[in-house]
């Protein structure tokens, strides 16, 4: 499973997916969920969400726990700032500038 | 038991010994830590404090738990805010895991009680620099320069 958890494509593909986005909403508002207590959100089979839920965990956005007999789901969020910097801040930084520019010299010219 | 937790999960290419030393040596640390480094022994007992640039010390607390290169446990204290003060001592433990060609660094960070400050303060931080970290290890650069901080 290793192999995979630094793959791009795999945690693209788990987030391509309205069940799974709501899985990480889900556990954004409270960390720290058994199986059922996210079953009871999500209109799916308790198969299902275990699916969604090894696919998250494959992705590593989600991250799992044993406490006691109870296993408990943690949202970890390095995937999505790696994916934030990778994917939007470097794209962000020339546009954010190039608007600056223009409102300078708009007001600038308004002067 | 009323807690909050929060779990980060990186896995970095480098070996366990090197991930270790950069969790550890103070020089390192202020690469990816944006300027932080922290101040220690980093053996069982000895005390633990988190330095800025600017000399000010916000978290500090002690060693519980040393096994290089696999699990550190720091009793975290914040000293700076007064309503994060309060809350009093959080669990912070590292724990790494060699996989393959890959160290696992897990990061789980716990504290007595619901709805904490301080662990939302800190889980704000944490994702930046262990992503800092990653790339530092695995490329020699770090992505985010500590001008960067918001």
Excluded at chain 1, 81 to 106: M, S
Excluded at chain 2, 104 to 113: V, Y
Excluded at chain 2, 118 to 138: C, D, F, M, Q, Y
Aim: aromatic residues 6%; glycine residues 4%.
């Amino acid at each position: 499973m290793t192999k995979h958890l630094q793959d791009p494509d795999l945690l693209f593909h788990a987030l391509a997916d309205p069940s799974r986005r709501k899985l990480l909403d889900l556990l954004y508002a409270r960390d720290g969920r058994t199986l059922s207590e996210l079953c009871e959100h999500l209109d799916m089979t308790r198969q299902g969400v275990t699916q969604h839920l090894d696919l998250l965990e494959a992705a590593n956005l989600v991250a799992t726990m044993r406490r006691g007999r109870e296993k408990l789901h943690f949202l970890n969020p390095v995937p999505l700032q790696e994916l934030y910097e990778r994917w939007i801040a470097k794209f962000e930084r020339p546009r954010l500038k190039a608007l600056d520019d223009l409102k300078k010299r708009l007001e600038r010219e308004h002067a | 038991m009323p807690r909050s937790t929060f779990v980060y999960v990186t896995y970095i290419r480098t070996t366990p010994e090197q991930l270790w030393s950069a969790l550890t040596d103070q020089e390192f640390q202020k690469q990816y830590w944006f300027g932080v480094h922290c101040e220690s022994e980093w053996t069982p007992g000895s005390s633990w404090k988190m330095v800025h640039p600017d000399g000010r010390i916000t978290d500090a607390g002690e060693i519980l738990e040393s096994d290089p290169p696999r699990r550190l446990v720091i009793r975290w204290r914040h000293e700076d805010k007064p309503e994060l003060k309060a809350e009093g001592d959080s669990l912070c433990t590292m724990e790494l895991e060699p996989t393959g060609r890959a160290v696992k660094l897990s990061i789980t960070h716990t504290i007595e009680r619901e709805s904490s400050k301080l662990i939302t303060a800190v889980s704000g931080g944490w994702p930046r620099i262990i992503s800092n970290l990653k790339s530092l290890l695995e490329t020699g650069s770090t992505i985010l320069a500590s001008g960067s901080k918001r």
